[in-house]
């Protein structure tokens, strides 16, 4: 057996896995042939997944991929696997994004052929641009039934063209020696590609199996080397692969400019570590996960356009990818400005108007920034910054009421309380109810742009689908954080994932909402800010030369959905929460199964 047609920007090579026997012990055997390859095969894949470290399966069903299917369930029923069953191959998609996302580990998906393979692009584009794990069992015809107009067969090889680190088009197996070699030869180098743990550059990759008939056959398994349940126990000569790191030192950076760091969605903690060790001012976006420490500037917007704060910049360092507002860009392009981008993986870099000066894996300030950051010049550096920042976001005339108690409130408060909702009172109120054992989610709607402009410091896991920025795949999303967040071994388990969405993004994926019967049902809350349509549209310059009934036909597109009967239909609990009072309460009440919180808001 021969697979070819590497994609992860390499040198194309072609080898035959199937000439080398591979040692290992697998953790399951089949207790007698099943007499179907395609049956033997996807148990020797499988298998060699788990011993690798995967611990979930998204399976979208098919005829196809009847085989991949059913050996899931007995590997599901030995406890070695958890697996997961949507209808939607976009939902399946983005569900095991989100599990990956959470978990550092690639989930696998399996599709059958046709249509459903085309259907997991966007989860592919998304975890590209994010450099996320994600390995697809795409399900094909064998040679003979390709291009003679078989049904729901089209070209699957190279479908996902850049956007996957490695597509292998794998011929089907027939019976022959050496076929689990093969197949466990398949899944090493899957596994270690999707990790990037050579390239250090994470991401998709795709094995398309094809497979003919018989497409399955009856299959028993036994556990070997792990017993049932016990999936997360390492095995011994069977280390799993790291997921790439930064190599190489550190760029040094020295004291000199007037600099400050930038944190954009995935920088993580080492962007607000740089700046409080070296004293520089922190602006970093809601999920970027560095959105807190003492140097944290939250106005950013207002600062970054004075001449006596964003004009005296002379050096950026961007971590991440910065996605929320035009003025970081702008920021980049200026000449007077030194930009440096940082970057641990990946093979795409920020870079505004091609002016970045420098690309690296790693900064850290020198011990003559760190030294030279106590200074009282170096403070005020950056004490200018945060003390402007709190002074604009202290003009807030919005109610910033305690969590809800009736008990001794003036007629004022008393008033507030029983006040719409509005989007800066839904994006405080969510913040708050956010703790550091929880998730929080946010889709691509006004409503991260609103916490973004306004929400205080705070360490907590936040993720937002910003390779692409897209609204596609956002409810799965949040259920892979919440599912891979939850599960028992996790040492945060007990905590509540929250997904922020407005009301278009929920109805983009709403097919997701449907979770399979006996399936773990986990803590997630929806909050759904309802304002009828898409009203980011009306912040945009198209509101100022656009008649209004166009921008509502075409862009705004008016929706009077049923949530209420949307959550009922997929079995979800539902409530609703028009005032502060009934808010603060629906987001401080325990959430046992998944919730649909619906909250008006004015357009």
């Known amino acids: 057996m021969r697979v070819t047609s590497r994609a992860d ?6 080898e035959d896995l199937g000439s080398t026997t591979l040692p290992g012990t697998a953790l399951v055997r089949e207790v007698a042939p099943s007499g179907s390859p395609a049956t033997d095969f996807s148990v020797a894949l499988l298998a060699e997944f788990v011993s690798l470290g995967v611990r979930d399966i998204v399976l979208s069903p098919g005829s196809r991929s009847q085989a991949l299917a ?3 369930a007995e590997f599901e029923r030995l406890g070695l696997l958890r697996l997961h069953v949507r209808i939607d191959e976009r939902g399946a998609g983005f569900l095991a994004l989100g599990l990956a996302i959470e978990s550092g580990r690639p989930a696998l998906v399996a599709c059958t052929s046709g249509t459903a393979v085309a259907n997991l692009h966007p989860a592919v584009l998304e975890a590209h641009h994010s450099v996320v794990p994600m390995i697809l069992l795409t399900a094909d015809r064998p040679a003979e039934l390709r291009g003679i107009r078989s049904n729901q067969t089209t070209v699957q090889p190279g479908i996902f063209a850049g956007a996957v680190r490695l597509s292998e088009d794998v011929a089907a197996p027939d019976g022959s020696v050496g076929e689990s070699d093969t197949a466990i030869a398949l899944a090493r180098l899957a596994y270690a590609t999707a990790l990037g743990t050579q390239t250090n550059n994470p991401g998709p990759v795709q094995l398309n199996l094809a497979f003919r008939e018989p497409l399955s056959a009856a299959v028993e398994l036994e556990a070997v080397a792990l017993e049932a349940g ?4 390492v095995l ?3 280390p799993d692969a790291a997921p790439a ?14 600099t400050v760091v930038v944190a954009g969605a995935g920088a993580g903690p080492a962007a607000e570590q740089l700046a409080r060790l070296a004293g520089w001012p922190l602006i970093a976006e809601v999920s970027s996960g560095a959105r807190f420490g003492p140097n944290l500037v939250v106005a950013y917007r207002e600062l970054l356009g004075d001449a006596d704060f964003g004009g005296q910049v002379q050096r950026v360092i961007v971590f991440g990818h910065p996605t929320l507002s035009r003025e970081i860009p702008a920021l980049v392009l200026r000449d007077d400005v030194e930009t440096i981008v940082v970057a641990p993986a990946g093979l795409e870099w920020y870079n505004p108007g091609h002016r970045v000066a420098r690309f690296v894996r790693a900064v850290a300030a020198t011990d ?6 106590g200074t009282r010049e170096a403070r005020a550096w950056a004490g200018r910054w945060v003390m402007a920042s709190r002074s604009i976001l202290a003009q807030d005339t919005e109610l910033d009421a305690p969590a809800f108690n009736t008990h001794g409130l003036s007629k004022a408060e008393f008033a507030a309380m029983k006040a719409p909702v509005t989007r800066a009172m839904l994006a405080d109120a969510v913040w708050r109810a956010s703790w550091p054992h929880d998730r929080l989610v946010l889709g691509a709607s006004r409503l991260i742009r609103e916490l973004d402009t306004r929400v205080t410091g705070k360490k907590i896991p936040v993720h937002a689908n910003r390779g692409l920025a897209g609204i596609d795949g956002t409810v799965a999303t949040a259920l892979g954080i919440a599912l891979a967040s939850q599960a028992g071994a996790h040492p945060l388990s007990t905590g509540t ?30 909050v759904v800010g309802n304002d009828g349509g898409g009203t980011i549209f ?7 030369t656009a008649a209004p009934s166009a921008i509502d036909r075409v862009l705004f597109t008016p929706q009077q959905v049923n949530l209420e009967a949307l959550a009922t239909a997929y079995g979800w609990d539902y409530a609703r929460a028009a005032t502060r009072s009934t808010l603060e309460s629906a987001l401080t009440a325990p959430v046992a199964r998944p919730t649909l919180l619906e909250v008006p808001l004015a357009r």
């Open 230 to 233: 016990a999936a997360d126990a």
């Open 236 to 238: 011994p000569g069977r």
């Open 497 to 526: 994932t929250r997904l922020l969405v407005g009301d278009v993004t929920l109805l983009h994926d709403a097919g997701s909402l449907l979770i399979a019967p006996g399936e773990v049902r986990p803590r997630l809350q929806v």
């Open 538 to 544: 009306d912040g945009l310059e198209v509101a100022a």
């Open 70 to 72: 059913l050996a899931a």
């Open 245 to 258: 790191v930064a190599t190489g030192p550190p760029l040094p950076l020295p004291p000199g400019p007037r």
């Open 9 to 14: 920007g390499m040198p194309e090579t072609t």
């Open 368 to 373: 003559e920034a760190i030294v030279v950051a």
